[in-house]
């Protein structure tokens, strides 16, 4: 059996959530790099290099799981600079909080656990806002939207990084067959849990594409939003500001 989240309730859902990155957690970092080949890396140092983040900036770090965006994000910000890590889910946390202090980077980071639908910051706090692989999993998106441009500061900019629709049908093709025969054999093998990467399969062919996304940023108040593909649309980078 396979979690069928199109005929669950949305408070189900979020539990369900929750579980499959509590029975993910250790296992993945590991498992970003069997199904992505590695690219994730490059994915993510992309994400921050285009970023236009700052010496001195402010930034939260959404969904930010096991921490891989806030230790790209740390030199950047400096010493001057503040990153929170905002994770629903504990495990998460706690694995990337014990990854950040073995590689001793502990300072200026701060580690919430929070619902990326309700923050629990004031209005103009950051400035910038970074989600990268943890939209899709939230279940009212256009909350989350407008929530984080609330707590962005007039200027501030958020950064979406997250799966999206491939441009290509050949490789549209090839990318299927990865994710619904390879990637759930991969979670069965390493991570003994098929049922969570067959969960991650679906949740990436249902995230609204590279023009939805933008048009729901630009509703929840988003200007000058940019979108950006990597590998082909595998995945993509929006960018918006708050004006
Ligand atoms: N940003 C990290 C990265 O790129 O490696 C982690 C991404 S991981 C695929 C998705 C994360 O989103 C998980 O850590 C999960 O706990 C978190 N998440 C799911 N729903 C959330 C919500 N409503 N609010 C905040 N975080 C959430």
Redo the contacts with the bound molecule.
């Keep these: 059996t396979h979690f069928g989240f199109r005929d669950v309730p949305v408070g189900e859902k979020?539990k369900l959530?929750g579980q499959v990155?509590t029975s993910v957690a250790r296992s993945y970092d590991l498992m970003?790099d069997l199904m992505s080949f590695g690219v994730h890396r490059l994915w993510?140092r992309h994400f921050v290099a285009i970023s236009g983040i700052r010496r001195g900036d402010r930034v939260l770090d959404?969904?930010?799981?096991?921490g891989?965006?806030a230790a790209l994000l740390r030199p950047v910000v400096g010493k001057d600079g503040e990153i929170v890590v905002?994770?629903?889910?504990a495990s998460?946390l706690q694995v990337g909080r014990d990854r950040m202090t073995d590689r001793g980077l502990v300072e200026g980071l701060r580690w919430s656990q929070?619902?990326?639908?309700c923050l629990p910051f004031p209005d103009n706090s950051f400035d910038a806002v970074t989600m990268?692989?943890?939209l899709r999993?939230?279940?009212d998106k256009d909350k989350a939207l407008a929530d984080i441009c609330r707590v962005l500061k007039p200027g501030g900019r958020a950064l979406v990084l997250e799966f999206s629709r491939v441009q290509n049908e050949a490789f549209g093709k090839l990318y299927d067959f990865h994710s619904f025969n390879i990637l759930p054999k991969l979670g069965k093998l390493f991570a003994g849990d098929a049922d969570s990467y067959q969960y991650l399969a679906e949740s990436i062919r249902k995230h609204p594409d590279q023009a939805t996304l933008k048009g729901m940023m630009e509703r929840a108040g988003f200007g000058k939003v940019e979108v950006r593909n990597l590998t082909n649309g595998i995945v993509a980078i929006h960018k918006g500001w708050k004006l």
């Design positions: 979020q959530v990155f970003n993510k959404l969904a930010g799981g096991t891989d965006i905002g994770d629903i889910n998460m929070l619902n990326a639908e990268a692989f943890g999993n939230v279940t």
